[in-house]
């Protein structure tokens, strides 16, 4: 004999007694085990959100920044402007934060020196080991075996090479 078990009948809701009383549920584990009422002495009690307040994503806040700075920029030579009308022989300080030609500083390149060739300018990934010169192909070092020591020393000098050709 074979016995199929389904749901019970009814489905899966509880009924309510029929007299009006209704017995107390139990609290599931999950509820009794949460913290969700628990007292949070490390929150400010007083503390209400700002509805008014929304979220703004990167390009919202870089574009704004952007702004401002714009802003500031125009106010200071509208400044710098209005200081000039008054006075126009007083000399106008450059600020600080105005990176010139003489303020920027950067750290040594940790790339290694490209040799360049003496002849043409190029990369030179060759060297003459009589006169130390370098070149960067065949046809140039045709060019170089053909100078003489005197023109080589000349070459030299002008890359800040001291040596002695021999």
Same mark, same amino acid.
Request: hydrophobic share 30%; with cysteine.
């Given at each position: ?7 019970? &009948?009814?489905? /899966? ?18 509820? $009794?085990?949460?913290?969700?009422? $628990?007292?949070?002495? /490390? ?5 209400? &959100? ?5 979220? &703004? ?6 574009? $704004? ?6 802003? *500031? ?27 010139? @030609?003489?303020?920027? *500083?950067?750290?040594? !390149? ?7 060739? =003496? ?6 990934? @060759? ?7 370098? @070149?960067? =192909?065949? !046809?140039?070092?045709? +060019?170089? #075996? ?7 020393? =000349? @070459? ?6 001291? !040596? +002695?050709? #021999?």
């Amino acid at each position: 004999m074979t016995v199929t078990v389904g749901p019970p &009948k009814g489905g /899966f809701k509880k009924k309510l007694p029929s007299d009006g009383t209704s017995t107390p549920q139990t609290p599931s584990l999950a509820v $009794q085990l949460s913290y969700l009422h $628990q007292p949070r002495p /490390f929150k400010n009690p007083y503390y209400t &959100k700002n509805v008014n307040r929304r979220a &703004k994503n990167l390009k919202a806040v870089l574009g $704004q920044e952007r702004e401002r700075e714009r802003a *500031e920029r125009e106010a200071r030579r509208l400044e710098r402007e209005e200081a000039m009308k008054n006075n126009p022989e007083a000399v106008v300080d450059i600020p600080e934060e105005v990176p010139t @030609y003489t303020t920027i *500083e950067a750290p040594p !390149s940790v790339l290694p020196h490209r040799h360049l060739c =003496d002849i043409t300018g190029l990369e030179a990934p @060759y060297t003459d080991p009589p006169t130390g010169l370098r @070149y960067h =192909d065949k !046809s140039v070092y045709e +060019i170089v #075996k053909g100078l003489s020591t005197s023109i080589a020393k =000349d @070459y030299l000098a002008a890359r800040g090479v001291n !040596s +002695i050709v #021999k």
